[in-house]
């Protein structure tokens, strides 16, 4: 039972366009989501986050909106540079529960010069 | 400042076979993860460690996964004996504290193949 499912395995962007990634959750209860990003022989590292208080998190290139009706989220990164190219994980957790990170499957971004 | 360092980088074994894996967390963390990843999918928590105490260890399997932060810093991970089905990348994680909302630093894995 996948709880955080990223629907699209990969995705390409052209440099300078925007980049959108996607996620979905089914777990009402989780109140914190959070973006890695991941490059290959890497371990993943923090991109965003977003309490579920909030709609929106806006750290320099990178956005993260969240729509709790939907249990849905999504990373904007404007503008898309080559540097982006990387495995982008979307993760959530229940604070309150002190429950793990669970993890989606990835998105592939590629951004094309 | 050093980040999360772990070892060997890559093993390859035979089904059957023990292996174990070492991680040496960011100095002053207190709380040590080891997450399985399975190709094609996302990081999965085996056990969190809180300083040397097991915090979560729901997801390990006990029959034949093991780990220990005896003196609260470094850790090891070992699986005896090992099955196919554990070919992955086993990644080591440190965080100042524990709660989703404290930022976790990834060391770059191990990549175990059991053939």
């Known amino acids: 039972d996948q709880q955080v499912k990223q629907n699209s395995p990969s995705l390409s962007v052209q440099e300078g366009r925007i980049s959108i990634l996607n996620c979905d959750y089914t777990n009402s209860m989780f109140d914190y989501f959070l973006w890695y990003k991941k490059y290959p022989a890497e371990g993943p590292t923090f991109l965003i986050s977003i309490s579920s208080i909030k709609d929106k998190n806006e750290d320099g290139r990178f956005t993260v909106f969240l729509n709790k009706s939907a249990k849905h989220l999504s990373l904007h990164i404007v503008p898309s540079q080559p540097g982006d190219s990387a495995v982008y994980f979307c993760?959530?957790?229940?604070?309150?529960?002190?429950?793990?990170?669970?993890f989606g499957k990835g998105t592939r971004l590629s951004v094309i010069a | 400042e050093a980040g999360v360092a772990q070892s060997p980088r890559y093993k390859i074994i035979e089904k059957r076979q023990s292996v174990a894996f070492w991680c040496n967390p960011i100095?002053?963390?207190?709380?040590l993860y080891w997450y399985q990843q399975i190709l094609g999918q996302g990081p999965k928590l085996l056990i969190q460690f809180q300083n040397n105490g097991v915090v979560d260890d729901s997801q390990l399997p006990k029959d034949r996964f093991s780990a220990e932060r005896l003196k609260g810093v470094d850790s090891t991970l070992k699986i005896q004996p090992a099955k196919l089905e554990d070919s992955a990348v086993y990644l080591c994680?440190?965080?100042?504290?524990?709660?989703?909302?404290?930022?976790?630093?990834f060391g770059p894995g191990t990549r175990l193949t059991v053939l």
């Open positions: 994680a440190s965080s100042l504290d524990r709660g989703g909302n404290n930022e976790q630093f």
């Open positions: 100095s002053g963390h207190a709380t």
């Open positions: 993760a959530a957790v229940y604070l309150s529960g002190n429950t793990p990170l669970v």
